[in-house]
């Protein structure tokens, strides 16, 4: 079988203080909007990300990176996983009381 | 219900001071997620796909209407407004920020609540029979017994790091509402022929990848070796069960590997040498801690309400609703009252802040001010005068909690699923509300009649799949969701571990394949009043499988 193409990357985890999902940034810091991520063109790239957010999980930022891989449309990042895709944009039910 | 003493509320305070210090020193860095992450997991803290979840232990599914809006107040202050109650008998916060969740186990603790153990491979929170103390056909009511469980498995320190979690349920008589033989222990209570009560003992049941219906371990165990008994059961899983491989670690497979007679002899011959020992359970213990759930002082009443009969027959949604989910009390003139957690194309076991509070109100203003949570996800008025199940059902009205549908098509266990679970292959909760709403219609419902139907988004089972009457399993195929049927399972007397039928269907076919499969029972029953599970014990899979994938 045909080795599937290198996929864009980036890199996500959960915030420490409170768990919500965060994504690296061009500036080096974490941001819950997947608009703000950096996307690394290879997962070779992204090691260097990930290298990175070790260090914010040594201080104590977030929790668990990892690279995920995201195909471009437009140069907006969508990750390739559904579980991703659940993660950057929250439940796909509500996620609160019906009545407000 | 149970009255923490002393020692209760300072063991408890003295977790949450602990655990505060903990959390604290993870957010100040001095702690690493490897370091805490067991820690947290003690505490019921996990952390999933968009925040952390704390799982609340609701022990025997017994809820006093304080505690119960202590949980609506937790839900407002600290999430996002509802709470989630599990197959387990627990209640789920699923966005709360670690740095509250010291201040949310201190205000749990002045209501006499907590989450330990409800993480860990230890003996997690004892589930008993929703109706306990209610129900006309039990035995005897089976809390006092699980409260005494949970008094010797609270940080047992011999079975703390047990090779894998484990699991107790209590079921107050022979009719199994507390799915006793899925479950590691399951214990029924019983007479013996001199009218003792005692317990009839089982071992090994569980789901998850492997699921086995339990194996028979003792016909009748005196009450006052329960612990002895229980403790020796522990101890050779302890010793035995495997700790090499996470996915044979639990005592089915031990069970499975090493057989009953094995086991048994094992069991036995612990037992006979501990059971005159500490753990030997005197009467009076067992009588103070049954004191604590005395049945509340209801004053005699006639069998048959007129009040109940008046409006039911001006209210036709009234009369259906209490042919749904209202059952038989153990005291003529009274009723328990399920509130189904399962509104049409709702989420299963959600409730808002708004929704517990009401049910406190209408439990202290009808029902003792007493509530369970069942393992079916919903709640229960254990005690309520038929006399005012009407005003109950207009509370209920105007909570948005009056759906009509219990053990109906509808009621169907849903685990959380790949919207919350970091553990998930697909999304369970989108599929139950499509599936509620293809079959929402009353008619359409009461016609169909009993039939469960429950979801999981894993091989993990929380959901119960392999128990269903149908059983929907969702897997990962390369990225796609795809969902599994099984069929013929059951978790009550007639434990059964149901039948795969076929390929998995898309998220796109799978509530017609559901359609499918309940016309194709609608077109074989012998008669309305035959149950879906009773035509598929009569005739098989094999309708069910020509009429979803053609005949071969
Ligand atoms: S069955 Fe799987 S997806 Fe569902 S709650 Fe359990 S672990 Fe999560």
């Given at each position: 079988m045909a080795r599937p193409p290198k996929s864009s990357q980036i890199i996500?985890?959960?915030?420490?203080?409170?768990?919500?999902?965060?994504?690296?940034t061009q500036d080096l810091s974490w941001s819950s909007d997947l608009g703000n991520a950096q996307v690394f063109p290879d997962p070779a790239s992204a090691e260097g990300g990930i290298?990175?957010?070790?260090?914010?999980?040594?201080?104590?930022?977030?929790?668990?990176?990892?690279?995920?891989?995201?195909?471009?449309?437009?140069?907006?990042?969508?990750?390739?996983?559904?579980?991703?895709?659940?993660?950057?944009?929250?439940?796909?039910?509500?996620?609160?009381?019906?009545?407000? | 219900m149970y009255v923490y003493d002393d020692f209760d509320h300072a063991f408890v305070g003295a977790r949450v001071a602990q655990f505060r210090d903990q959390v604290a020193r993870r957010l100040s860095g001095d702690l690493t997620e490897d370091q805490f992450k067991p820690l947290r997991l003690m505490n019921g803290v996990?952390?999933?796909?968009?925040?952390?979840?704390?799982?609340?232990?609701?022990?025997?599914?017994?809820?006093?209407?304080?505690?119960?809006?202590k949980l609506a107040h937790i839900g407002r202050t600290y999430d996002r407004g509802f709470g989630h109650f599990t197959t387990r008998q627990n209640l789920q916060f699923n966005w709360p920020a670690l740095k509250d969740i010291p201040d949310i186990l201190t205000e749990l603790a002045e209501v006499e609540m907590h989450a330990i153990q409800t993480s860990g491979n230890c003996i997690r929170n004892v589930t008993a029979d929703h109706f306990a103390g209610a129900a006309a056909d039990e035995i005897a009511d089976p809390r006092p017994y699980a409260e005494i469980l949970r008094q010797?498995?609270?940080?047992?320190?011999?079975?703390?790091?047990?090779?894998?979690?484990?699991?107790?349920?209590?079921?107050?008589?022979?009719?199994?509402?507390a799915a006793i033989r899925f479950h590691d222990i399951g214990l029924q209570?019983?007479?013996?022929?001199?009218?003792?009560?005692?317990?009839?003992?089982?071992?090994?049941?569980?789901?998850?990848?492997?699921?086995?219906?339990?194996?028979?371990?003792?016909?009748?165990?005196?009450?006052?070796?329960?612990?002895?008994y229980t403790e020796s059961i522990l101890r050779v899983y302890n010793l035995y069960g495997r700790r090499d491989n996470k996915y044979k670690a639990r005592i089915k497979i031990l069970m499975h590997e090493a057989g009953l007679d094995t086991v048994r002899a094992q069991v036995e011959e612990e037992f006979e040498r501990i059971r005159t020992g500490v753990l030997n359970l005197p009467a009076s213990d067992i009588d103070r801690i049954k004191a604590f759930f005395r049945l509340p002082d209801?004053?005699?009443?006639?069998?048959?309400?007129v009040a109940e009969a008046k409006?039911?027959?001006?209210?036709?949604?009234?009369?259906?609703?209490?042919?749904?989910?209202?059952?038989?009390?153990?005291?003529?003139?009274?009723?328990?009252?399920?509130?189904?957690?399962?509104?049409?194309?709702?989420?299963?076991g959600d409730a808002t802040s708004a929704q517990m509070d009401a049910v406190a109100d209408l439990a202290d203003q009808y029902g003792y001010g007493e509530i369970r949570v069942s393992?079916?996800?919903?709640?229960?008025?254990?005690?309520?005068?038929?006399?005012?199940?009407?005003?109950?059902?207009?509370?209920?009205?105007?909570?948005?909690?009056?759906?009509?549908?219990?053990?109906?098509?509808?009621?169907?266990?849903?685990?959380?699923?790949?919207?919350?679970?970091?553990?998930?292959?697909?999304?369970?909760?989108?599929?139950?509300?499509r599936i509620s709403e293809a079959f929402g219609a009353q008619a359409k419902q009461d016609d169909i009649g009993p039939l469960q139907i429950k979801i999981s988004g894993c091989i993990n089972a929380c959901g119960h799949h392999h128990v269903g009457h149908i059983g929907i399993l969702g897997v990962d195929r390369k990225g796609e969701e795809l969902y599994q049927i099984t069929l013929g399972g059951a978790a009550d007397e007639q434990a059964a571990v149901g039948e795969i039928v076929g390929p998995g269907f898309t998220t796109d076919e799978i509530v017609g394949a559901i359609e499918t499969v309940v016309e194709t029972y609608r077109d074989i029953r012998s008669g309305p009043e035959e149950a879906f599970i009773d035509t598929y014990r009569r005739i098989g899979p094999k309708p069910f499988k020509e009429a979803l994938y053609g005949a071969d």
């Open positions: 996500t985890a959960n915030r420490l203080i409170d768990g919500r999902v965060v994504f690296l290298k990175s957010a070790q260090t914010s999980a040594a201080n104590g930022e977030i929790v668990d990176p990892y690279a995920i891989s995201v195909s471009l449309t437009d140069g907006r990042a969508a990750p390739t996983l559904l579980r991703e895709r659940i993660r950057a944009d929250g439940p796909t039910i509500e996620a609160g009381p019906k009545a407000a | 996990y952390l999933q796909l968009h925040a952390y979840m704390l799982r609340i232990a609701i022990p025997y599914g017994t809820l006093s209407s304080r505690q119960m809006r010797w498995s609270s940080l047992h320190p011999e079975f703390s790091y047990l090779p894998r979690k484990f699991k107790i349920a209590i079921s107050g008589g022979a009719h199994d509402r209570l019983v007479r013996n022929a001199a009218g003792e009560i005692g317990f009839s003992v089982y071992i090994g049941g569980g789901m998850g990848r492997t699921p086995f219906t339990a194996w028979h371990l003792r016909a009748f165990l005196p009450e006052s070796d329960l612990l002895a209801l004053a005699e009443k006639p069998a048959v309400s409006a039911a027959a001006q209210d036709a949604a009234f009369e259906a609703w209490v042919a749904t989910n209202v059952t038989a009390h153990k005291v003529p003139g009274y009723a328990s009252v399920t509130i189904s957690l399962k509104p049409i194309g709702g989420i299963a393992h079916v996800q919903n709640l229960i008025l254990p005690h309520v005068a038929r006399d005012d199940l009407k005003a109950v059902y207009d509370g209920l009205v105007a909570a948005e909690l009056a759906t009509a549908n219990i053990g109906l098509i509808t009621d169907m266990i849903v685990c959380p699923g790949l919207d919350y679970c970091a553990l998930a292959n697909a999304r369970s909760i989108p599929v139950a509300q």
